[in-house]
């Protein structure tokens, strides 16, 4: 890397954040590049990151912003120091001259092209023949190889010329998030057979669900994202400390050599480098430019800890006992450990609420049982709940969930997921009204969507056909979540805003009128009585919803289905006719619905 092709990521513009100042910049909301430096100093008055591709964001928070801040000042050790700090809103002046003094001592680290050290890379990497490939090896959205997206407007063959700070952003995204499967062999690893290394899993986040919680300054969110906890141990380092040239440093990445290993600790964590990289910069008429790279196989992680902050965790269903008493001891299956929990594609985010509060004051997660599996919520969300009571229950707190669904072996990139909450600061204790209401929002969707697949499952059956497989086609129900989405959007803006103000009686619907006090759970006893306006209001608008969607199934029914059709079932014979389906439909939509049942509100009335 020559040394004229210089671009240190603490000083020059390849940060894209969005000001938050209306005096900055041409006002509120607009745009601008910057360097590390900048951004950590003054991140009081920037309100995010923009990027390119929403996956961007937690690798740029986690190999660069957090390792920074925590390296420099440390991490709080309780709750307490944590609040005081999230109060003070900025930086104090002494932290940004700690701040300052660390990156002046490690800024020879922090260059792209330097010829020694290279940012998140090693500088002397190259194959057997010399041979490189092209940068788009690095763009998630660009096709290369196998990884071809299906309406991508170029090939592999199309040069793709990467700015320094385009470079920058798309390296950190490989280190994370990275495809698996074989990879280029280097120089100089041992595991090298035929120029290539196989057996190369995801980059670290590709693992996960990840769970990033977003507040309404930059300073807020990296304190978010910051947990609270004893001191990291000193051989806990980011890895622009770890750049030992001796191979046989086992957490070094300044060489091809790689390693399988725990991480030690949240920096090593955080700053993980799943890959052997090269950027091969050039000049061009428009200024430096990175057409090629070279990407190898890197370290590889034994397991992924119980530190990790940005997941939530699936713990094991409980094993079954031996049937018979005298059954040896090692018949009993050992508890399998617990694993980060993914999202599910093509689900909104709300449906995973059970997992995101899943904190318990006891066990601190949503039990296992010997049938299912449990949820423990992620350690960011899990120190929140424990700082929450000293913070404003009206704090616009927002979570981003961010994913990548791999295919064939993980060895291609199929879709990106990303889906963000606005979620209310009280939901976070478990024994709350708001988190009750929450999860029972959650299940009627859920038991909502249900009723309608069972609905058109009888109606067809009574056509004579078979219900539509649960893992194919779209079914009724997945139309009614759909429809129910931006709903359940509002009621958590409006769970937030009712904990501020008691006498807001509106928030879980478009139609106020509707929301008159119900009965079912969480009333009369000291449940969730306070927030039962809305909460009827709630079951209003999800009745009539539920009903547009029921009589589009009903409107596909034949003339024949008022007569039946007989069907044996268990040596009995049952008749499905649209009466009965319809009827057991009502029924269910009753008792999923409470408080609407209650309120006699039976819209969309049909023949018996």
């Known amino acids: 890397m020559g040394g004229t092709k210089l671009f240190n990521l603490l000083d020059e513009p390849w940060l894209p954040v969005r000001h938050g100042d209306g005096a900055v910049c041409g006002g509120s909301g607009a745009v601008e590049d910057i360097g590390v430096r900048r951004l950590l100093l003054e991140a009081d008055r920037f309100q995010d990151l923009v990027v390119d591709l929403p996956t961007q964001k937690p690798a740029l ?4 912003l957090l390792p920074i801040v925590v390296d420099a000042l440390g991490r709080p050790t309780k709750a307490g120091e944590w609040t005081a700090l999230f109060e003070a809103a900025a930086f104090t002046p002494a932290q940004r001259a700690k701040l300052n003094d ?6 020879h680290l ?9 940012f998140g890379q090693v500088a002397d990497l190259r194959t057997g023949k010399d041979e490189t490939k092209g940068s788009a090896l690095l763009v998630a959205t660009a096709a290369t190889g196998n990884n071809v997206p299906l309406f991508s407007s170029r090939t592999e063959g199309d040069p793709l010329e990467l700015t320094p700070a385009q470079a920058a952003r798309w390296l950190l995204h490989t280190h994370c998030w990275d495809t698996a499967a074989i990879k280029t062999g280097a120089v100089g690893d041992p595991l090298m057979k035929a120029g290539k290394t196989t057996g190369n899993p995801t980059g670290p986040l590709g693992q996960l669900g990840v769970v990033l919680p977003r507040g309404r300054t930059v300073y807020e969110t990296l304190l978010l994202n910051i947990p609270f906890g004893q001191a990291l ?14 191979g046989r440093a086992e957490d070094s990445c300044a060489t091809a050599v790689w390693h399988t290993r725990p991480a030690r600790g ?20 428009a200024g430096i430019r990175v057409t090629r790279v070279i990407v190898a196989a890197g370290d590889r992680l034994t397991v992924t800890p119980d530190i990790e902050p940005h997941t939530t965790w699936t713990t094991p269903r409980i094993p079954t006992r031996p049937k018979k008493a005298t059954a040896s001891p090692k018949a009993t299956k050992s508890p399998a450990p617990e694993r980060p929990r993914q999202h599910r594609p093509g689900q909104a985010a709300w449906r995973g609420l059970g997992a995101l509060l899943a904190l318990g004051s006891v066990t601190d997660d949503r039990e296992a049982t010997t049938k299912t599996a449990g949820f423990r919520t992620s350690v960011l969300l899990g120190n929140l709940a424990e700082a929450a009571d000293r913070m404003s229950n009206a704090y616009p707190l927002q979570v981003e969930l ?8 993980s060895a291609v990139i199929e879709d990106v997921f990303f889906d963000e909450l ?7 204790d478990p024994e709350g009204e708001v988190c009750e209401v929450l999860l029972q929002v959650v299940a009627q969707a859920e038991e909502l969507a249900t009723a309608v697949n069972h609905l058109s499952a009888d109606l067809r059956r009574a056509a004579g056909s078979e219900p539509i497989p649960w893992d194919k086609g779209q079914r009724p129900g997945d139309t009614l979540l759909h429809a129910l989405d931006p709903v359940v959007r509002r009621l958590l803006v409006g769970l937030r805003k009712a904990d501020e103000a008691a006498d807001s009686a509106a928030y879980g619907g478009d139609n106020e009128g509707d929301a008159h006090d119900g009965q079912g759970p969480g009333s009369g006893d000291g449940g969730a009585g306070r927030f039962e306006p809305g909460w009827s209001a ?5 009745g009539q919803l539920t009903w547009t969607v029921a009589e589009q199934v009903f409107s596909t029914a034949s003339p024949g289905l008022f007569t039946g059709r007989k069907a044996g079932k268990e040596g009995k014979e049952i008749v499905h006719r649209l009466s009965t389906a319809e009827r057991a439909f009502r029924i269910k939509l009753n008792k999923i619905l409470p408080r609407r049942a209650a309120q006699g509100r039976h819209p969309h009335p049909r023949v018996e």
């Open 402 to 409: 961010s994913g990548i669904v791999y295919g064939n072996q």
């Open 422 to 428: 606005p979620l209310p600061l009280a939901a976070l």
């Open 102 to 107: 660390y990156l002046d001592e490690h800024r």
């Open 538 to 542: 709630w079951e209003q608008k999800a």
């Open 233 to 246: 141990l000193s051989t806990d380092q980011p890895q622009w400390r770890r750049r030992s040239r001796d």
């Open 110 to 118: 922090f260059d792209l092209f330097d010829a020694e050290h290279p």
């Open 266 to 285: 949240l920096l090593d964590l955080w700053t993980w480098q799943s890959r052997r990289i090269r950027l091969v910069p050039e000049e061009t008429p």
């Open 61 to 64: 928070y986690r190999q660069v």
